[in-house]
Structures are given as C-alpha cells and as structure tokens.
C-alpha cells in the first residue's frame, strides 16, 4: 500500500474507534440501599427519578411496607438521594407513572399516580394471607414535590366502587398512559381465590377514559372503563405515540416459559382480533421501553437486554465488561442530547442477595440503539 491510501486509512480508522469503543452500552453507578425496587422512571423534566419498594418476605408482600425513594437528577447525570422514603405505607406498589393531564379539579397534569396491591401478602409468620379482602388494591395520587397523598381509588374484589363492565383488579402489574390522557392497567388475575368472594383468575389489559379517571377519583363509579381480557400473564406496558399503540409484555406458563410483546391500536384496543405480534417464543420477559428512536428493547428474566429481530429472535445487547442485571424490574429512560440514553434499572436482588445489595443500576446507551 502506498503513503497516501495508508494515511486515508489510518484517517478513517481513527473517526471509526471512538464510535466503535463508545458503542456498547456503559454501566455509570450503581444507586445502593433499596428495599425490593421494581419500577423506576424519571419526571417528565428529567429532575428528578421515582423508584417503587415492593417490601416483601419469603413468600408474599409486606403489608403497609413498600415505598418510593425520590433521587434528584442534574446534569452529567448526577443523582443525589432527595427522600428514601418519599411516599411510605403502601402495601404491593408495582408501578407509577405522571398525569400528562389535569383531572378536573381533583388533581393537576404531573401528578404522580401508583397502582398497587396483591391479594399474595405474607402474615406476621410467614405465610400467604387466606383473605385479603380489606387490603387495598387500586390506585392513589400524590404531589410530585411533596409526596401528599391527594386520591385513592380501590378497584379490588370487595371494594365499594365498581368499575361498570370490568373485572376487578386483582393483582395489577404495570400502568401507562395515552395520548389522550387514557389510563391502562395490566393485571395479572393472579390470587383471586384469596378474597371473601372468589374471583375467577383472568389476565386482563384495561383503559379508563380520562373522565372515567375524573369520576374515579370522585368517588363515582366510572362508565368509561374498557377490559381486554388476554391469554397469558401480563407484564410491562407501555405507549407508543410513534404509531398510538400499546405494547405489553406477555409470558406463557404453560411448559417452559415463553415470552412475548404485543401491541395494539388505542383505537382498536377491545378487538382482541387487532392485537399485532411484535416478537413471540422468546425466553422469559421481565419489562420492556421503547427507546427514543422507536427501538422495543426488552429486559429478560435472566437479566439480559434484547432487541427483536423478527417475530422470533432478538438481538443480544453486550456490555463491556460484560454483565447482566440481576432481577431487572421495570426502567426509566433520559434522553440525552446526541441521541444516547440513560436507562435506571431496578435490580431486586443486586449482588448481595434477599435483602441486602438492592440497587438501581444506571446505564448509558450510545445513539445507536
């Protein structure tokens, strides 16, 4: 090779190695001292990041016991812990997410909303609950700068309020909204045989319109409430403005466990005939985002991230060094300029096992992904 095309190649390689080194995923701090975290996610101004305890023993949730830490976020990014116990009392907490609108004069855009309970609550000797009747499962809002308890909605099996044409929640997994300001709800139908009144195990995907959320949080049963009933065991779910649609993570028990995203149409949501397959047959799925650019990226039970490739493979996400998460909950994304992100992921277990080590790892993710 001559001079001249050896300089141009070397020149080429040089503008090549700082994307290419830059081009894995990068693991920044680990934030310490959680008490089973299973959902993370940012404000919508990127100040601050909620992080959901899931309290539980051996067997079941700790009644009263789960949390939100509140971290504040500026800019690098650096998170300083602003209260490790934000909203404390809550019994089985699984997700939170913010009000993209005001709901009447009951609360403003931004408020936080968290849905929780599970009829799986261990008792003081270490065993499954036989009735949780008089625990609550549904939804309660709180003010995002001083966590003030402004609303709650019980929507269990023995609650007063009745959503008209529904099941009643059960054990609810994940939340999102849509564009419209219209809540959906997954529920795994899981322990509905632990109530006063049995109630039939039934996976389901709900929608409460945005003046049903208004007359929720009035104490009126709300009309416009919609449920998908689905096969398979709900995990997390997520909107989509790109193409209005909402994805869900699903997992088949039956046999070796598979996982699954689905997504459908916010106009379409009640034809289950409209559901579309996104990636199916894949290992086990604890949560799921959508990166800014329109990327499903998925967290696997065994602590993997994956990126569909077709209806039935997906791509490995490497690390270096290498590593996986260790029980990864449901994750927050920050935009960052230049088109990289960062992820907060909860991890139940950490490095330490059962109670102690319980950690929200903070990744960076180039602009490629």
């Given at each position: 090779m001559t001079t001249f095309p050896r300089l141009l190649a070397l020149a080429a390689l040089s503008a090549i190695l700082p994307f290419a080194q830059g081009a894995r995923p990068e693991v920044l701090e680990d934030l310490p001292g959680f008490d089973r975290p299973v959902s993370a996610m940012f404000s919508s101004d990127g100040k601050s990041l909620f992080v959901v305890n899931r309290s539980r023993g051996e067997v079941g949730a700790r009644r009263e016991a789960g949390s939100i830490t509140?971290?504040?976020?500026?800019?690098?990014?650096?998170?300083?812990?602003?209260s490790k116990r934000f909203v404390v009392g809550l019994t089985a907490p699984s997700d939170i997410d913010f009000l993209p609108a005001a709901l009447g004069d009951v609360a403003p855009a931004g408020t936080l909303i968290v849905v929780s309970g599970t009829p799986l609550i261990e008792t003081e000797d270490g065993r499954i609950t036989k009735d949780a009747s008089d625990d609550f499962i549904g939804l309660s809002l709180f003010d995002p700068l001083s966590g003030k308890l402004l609303g709650k909605a019980d929507l269990g099996p023995e609650s007063d309020l009745k959503m008209k044409g529904s099941l009643p929640l059960i054990s609810p997994n994940s939340i999102t909204f849509d564009k419209s300001g219209n809540l959906y709800i997954a529920d795994t139908g899981i322990g509905g045989n632990l109530f006063k009144n049995r109630v039939k195990a039934q996976p389901a995907v709900?929608?409460?319109?945005?003046?049903?959320?208004?007359?929720?949080?009035?104490?009126?049963?709300?009309?416009d409430v919609d449920v998908m009933k689905i096969s398979s065991i709900p995990g997390d779910i997520s909107y989509e403005s790109r193409d209005d649609s909402v994805y869900f993570v699903a997992n088949h028990l039956q046999g070796a466990t598979k996982g699954a995203v689905f997504k459908v149409s916010s106009d379409d949501f009640q034809d289950v005939m409209k559901i579309q397959t996104v990636c199916r047959d894949l290992t086990a799925l604890s949560s799921m985002r959508m990166t800014p650019n329109g990327k499903v990226l998925l967290a696997t039970n065994s602590g993997e991230l994956?990126?569909?490739?077709?209806?039935?493979?997906?791509?490995?996400?490497?690390?270096?060094?290498?590593m996986t998460?260790?029980?990864?909950?449901?994750?927050?994304?920050?935009?960052?300029?230049?088109?990289?992100?960062?992820?907060?992921?909860?991890?139940?277990?950490?490095?330490?096992?059962?109670?102690k080590g319980q950690r929200v790892r903070i990744v960076r993710m180039p602009p490629k992904f």
């Open positions: 509140q971290y504040s976020v500026s800019e690098g990014p650096v998170f300083k812990l602003a709900y929608r409460i319109n945005r003046a049903g959320l208004v007359d929720l949080f009035s104490g009126t049963a709300p009309m994956h990126v569909p490739r077709g209806k039935k493979t997906s791509r490995l996400l490497r690390f270096k060094p290498e998460f260790s029980s990864p909950g449901k994750y927050g994304l920050l935009e960052e300029p230049g088109g990289s992100f960062i992820m907060a992921v909860p991890e139940e277990t950490g490095d330490a096992g059962a109670g």
